[in-house]
């Protein structure tokens, strides 16, 4: 089983609607991330999360909201989806901030 | 602005050459770096790391270069082998910033 989780790992929803990314892990770590990739422009973080009680925007969070239910998930929502969130997200953790980041298998949405 | 770059979007080299992917960063206080690989479908996945107080360390079939004088970062991959064709990230981190910022990525191609 992976260690890091994605559920869906593909999603199509229309402009307006509202939806969820979960993310689940299994390592125990407190730290965890949400990234989005789009073609040639890398990944750039939506959310950061290093504990239940601490939440951080990042360098693109307009649009995105977040939820850390617990220490092993982490929930991205769009509240309402525009076609430029099309895009590959990603969930990662880790242990520290200068330590390897554990990355999920990808989302990939498309906002119709 | 800060930023992490690389050189070529695409690399192509034949099956058994050794293989050089280059990262260029322009925060002189970056003090962690990591090389991550992607494959099609998948989510990065650690390669290896170093930190600023060394200039190169070594892995399996992998290196990696730190200049920090002209700050630079490589990835040299020797034998390179068909499974090694991926999209390759580097990413940078400083004491003070929550998460990994990374690079748009440079795409291996290896040729039979």
């Known amino acids: 089983d992976a260690d890091v989780t994605q559920t869906p790992r593909n999603r199509i929803t229309k402009t307006g609607k509202r939806i969820m990314l979960e993310c689940s892990q299994t390592?125990?770590?407190?730290?965890m991330y949400w990234y989005r990739q789009d073609p040639g422009l890398g990944l750039r973080l939506i959310y950061y999360s290093f504990d239940v009680k601490d939440i951080n925007k990042g360098e693109i969070s307009d649009g995105y909201s977040v939820s850390r239910q617990a220490q092993a998930k982490f929930s991205l929502s769009l509240e309402s989806a525009i076609p430029n969130q099309t895009a590959l997200y990603f969930c990662a953790t880790s242990t520290g901030v200068n330590t390897e980041a554990f990355f999920g298998q990808g989302t990939r949405l498309t906002v119709v | 602005g800060e930023s992490v770059g690389l050189h070529l979007p695409t690399l192509s080299v034949q099956e058994g050459d050794n293989s050089i992917i280059n990262c260029a960063y322009s925060?002189?206080?970056?003090?962690?770096f990591i090389w991550y690989k992607q494959e099609s479908g998948k989510g990065p996945q650690f390669i290896i790391d170093i930190r600023s107080n060394m200039d190169k360390r070594q892995g399996q079939r992998v290196t990696v270069l730190l200049n920090k004088t002209v700050k630079h970062l490589s990835l040299q991959i020797a034998a390179t082998q068909p499974g090694d064709s991926a999209v390759y990230f580097c990413?940078?981190?400083?004491?003070?910033?929550?998460?990994?910022?990374f690079g748009s990525g440079t795409r291996l191609q290896v040729q039979p």
């Open positions: 990413a940078e981190n400083y004491a003070g910033r929550r998460a990994l910022t």
């Open positions: 390592k125990g770590h407190d730290r």
């Open positions: 925060n002189s206080a970056s003090d962690y």
